[in-house]
C-alpha cells in the first residue's frame, strides 16, 4: 500500500472514530467513577520490565531532583498481571504496541480495554492494576518520570 493510501485509510479510520464517540482506551463516559478496586491483584505475574534509557532531570533545565525521565519495555504474558500500584509521585505514559490489556482504574466503574496503539495517561490521582485476559504476550512502551527515593509509588518489580 502506498503512503498516501496508508494516510488516507489512517485518516478514515480516525474520522469514523471520531463520529461514532469512540474513545479507545478509556473509560466510557457514563462509567466515570470512583473503583475501590476490591480484589485487585497485588504480586506482579508473567511480567518482564526492561528500562531502554533514562535522563537525569536534575541536570536539565527543569532541575528536578531526584527524578529521571525514563523509557521503558513491558511485556505481559497470558495471565499476566501489573499489581495495583499509584501515580501519585510517577505520572505516565503508556503505549500498546502489541496485544490488548485490561486495565483496571479507581476512576472507572470497569475495565477499561487497551488495544495496540492506545496510549493510556497516567497521572496524579490515579491507582490502577492491568491483567492480560488474552491468549497472546502485550507489549508496552512507557515513558515515566520516576522519583528514585519514593518507591512507595511503583512496585520495585515494576
Not at 511485556?75 to 486495565?103: F, N, Y
Amino acid at each position: 500500500m502506498s503512503h498516501h493510501l496508508l494516510r488516507c485509510a489512517t485518516g478514515a479510520m480516525l474520522f469514523s472514530a471520531l463520529l461514532s464517540g469512540a474513545s479507545a482506551g478509556e473509560c466510557p463516559a457514563d462509567k466515570l467513577a470512583p473503583n475501590p478496586l476490591n480484589g485487585a491483584a497485588t504480586a506482579p505475574m508473567g511480567v518482564t520490565d526492561t528500562e531502554l534509557a533514562s535522563i537525569d532531570l536534575a541536570r536539565e533545565n527543569v532541575k528536578l531532583n531526584q527524578r529521571r525521565l525514563r523509557m521503558r519495555h513491558m511485556v505481559i504474558q497470558p495471565g499476566g498481571v501489573v499489581p495495583l500500584h499509584s501515580h501519585a509521585d510517577r505520572p505516565a505514559l503508556i503505549m500498546v504496541t502489541a496485544g490488548e490489556i485490561h486495565e483496571h482504574s479507581s476512576k472507572c466503574a470497569v475495565p477499561i480495554l487497551h488495544r495496540a496503539g492506545d496510549i493510556a495517561r497516567e497521572a496524579l490521582g490515579t491507582q490502577h492494576w492491568w491483567k492480560n485476559s488474552g491468549s497472546q504476550p502485550v507489549h508496552l512502551t512507557i515513558a515515566d518520570i520516576v522519583n528514585d527515593k519514593k518507591p512507595d509509588t511503583m512496585m520495585e518489580q515494576m
